[in-house]
């Protein structure tokens, strides 16, 4: 798909309810991705949850799995775990 229009998007729509079919993700010119947004600010920009069945990954390689929490219930040698797989990955 393509266009010449400035600032033009890419939208996609599903169903129909009272006012009209419903738009549920927008890909706009400068490469934002809206699902349930119109007007995504961001890469990726979701209005709901979303869910991932092994994690999110950041830039700097590591991977989280669970939320955290106030009350860190994880021992130090799982820590130390964590840290020497960690910089084995960066190796």
Same mark, same amino acid.
């Given at each position: $798909?393509?266009?010449?229009? +400035?600032?033009?998007? &890419?939208? /996609?729509?599903?169903? $129909? !309810? *009272?006012?009209?079919?419903? *738009?549920? $993700?927008?890909?706009? #010119? !400068? #490469?934002?991705?809206?699902?349930?947004?119109?007007? +995504? %600010? /961001?890469? @990726? !920009?979701?209005?709901? @949850?979303?869910?991932?069945?092994?994690?999110?990954? /950041? +830039?700097? #390689?590591?991977?989280?799995?669970?939320?955290?929490? =106030? %009350? !860190?219930?994880? %021992? =130090? %040698?799982?820590?130390?775990?964590?840290?020497?797989? &960690?910089?084995?990955? =960066? &190796?």
């Amino acid at each position: $798909m393509y266009t010449r229009e +400035p600032n033009s998007s &890419i939208r /996609f729509y599903t169903n $129909m !309810d *009272e006012n009209g079919i419903i *738009e549920r $993700m927008r890909i706009t #010119g !400068d #490469g934002n991705i809206g699902i349930g947004k119109k007007l +995504p %600010s /961001f890469k @990726l !920009d979701v209005t709901g @949850l979303i869910n991932t069945s092994e994690g999110i990954r /950041f +830039p700097d #390689g590591t991977i989280q799995t669970t939320a955290s929490s =106030s %009350s !860190d219930t994880s %021992s =130090s %040698s799982d820590k130390i775990l964590a840290e020497q797989y &960690i910089e084995y990955l =960066s &190796i």
